[in-house]
């Protein structure tokens, strides 16, 4: 950074050569994160929800975003893979967001919500409410699809973009999370009702925690997933990780009309490695 344009939290970033532009995330304070989540530290400012615009390659911050509530803890982010195009999305964790990002014609950027995962109220949890909490996400190669992960609630979810500021859900898929049956987390549906979601094994083995870091093979139809994000956060809120070890898993992707599916075939176990 150049003298005086220091950010207060840094994460990812990703940048657009065309447009001259580099934009990077703000997970948080060290101190706070590596202890495990604690609400009292984002009241006391000690995780981002600021995006920092620089010039690129000058690595001058020309920028700041605040994304506010609806932002907080904003983590990956990407542009489109198309190098003429001036927008991209940014994944708020706890706010549980995508957000598009966009270059005005007056050299600023903006920003917007444009898919809002809904907190589910919840019986024998440390709160209320449990956000989805997205870790991670990625976008298709050809743009079409957006792709990206509730840590807590347990699901990966498929998106067409084509319309990138009115995305369409196009899949969804449950994979882990702490709503699985068996786990002792209930949702609570309007009725009053508890409920939980059916994750089925692959090879006879159950899947624990939850879809965190995922990525894509070229050609789309293919998605692998990770199941761990941080040793403090997996031993807070997934302990079977630190005792059992963590998986990937792959997921069989429609890449025409829009679909997700586990493969029952592949399940990459690092306890027994």
Do not use: C
Not at 60 to 75: A, F, S, V, Y
Not at 100 to 128: A, G, M, Q, Y
Not at 253 to 267: H, Q, R
């Amino acid at each position: 950074d150049k003298p005086g344009h220091g950010p207060l939290f840094g994460y990812d970033f990703w940048y657009q050569p065309r447009f001259k532009t580099m934009i990077s995330t703000s997970w948080g304070a060290p101190k706070a994160f590596s202890k495990g989540f604690n609400l009292q530290h984002v009241a006391d400012g000690l995780y981002g929800s600021h995006l920092h615009i620089y010039q690129w390659p000058e690595g001058e911050m020309k920028q700041i975003i605040d994304l506010g509530n609806t932002g907080l803890l904003p983590l990956e982010i990407r542009f489109l893979h198309d190098p003429s195009k001036d927008t991209g999305y940014v994944g708020s964790a706890l706010s549980s967001n995508m957000i598009r990002f966009f270059k005005n014609s007056d050299d600023t950027w903006s920003h917007e919500v444009v898919i809002s995962v809904k907190p589910l109220k919840v019986e024998n949890w440390i709160l209320p409410e449990m956000p989805g909490l997205i870790t991670d996400f990625l976008i298709s190669l050809d743009d079409r699809f957006i792709y990206f992960v509730n840590w807590l609630h347990g699901d990966i979810r498929q998106y067409n973009i084509e319309d990138p500021k009115n995305p369409v859900l196009t899949g969804q898929i449950w994979v882990g999370g702490l709503l699985q049956k068996g786990s002792p987390v209930k949702a609570v549906g309007e009725d009053g009702n508890t409920f939980q979601f059916e994750v089925p094994q692959i090879k006879g083995k159950s899947l624990r925690g939850g879809p965190q870091m995922i990525q894509l093979s070229l050609d789309g139809k293919r998605l692998y997933a990770t199941n761990s994000l941080f040793s403090a956060w997996d031993r807070q809120f997934y302990p079977e990780i630190m005792e059992k070890g963590s998986h990937i898993i792959q997921i069989d992707v429609d890449t025409e009309k829009g679909g997700l599916t586990i493969n029952p075939d592949f399940f990459v176990d690092f306890g027994d490695e």
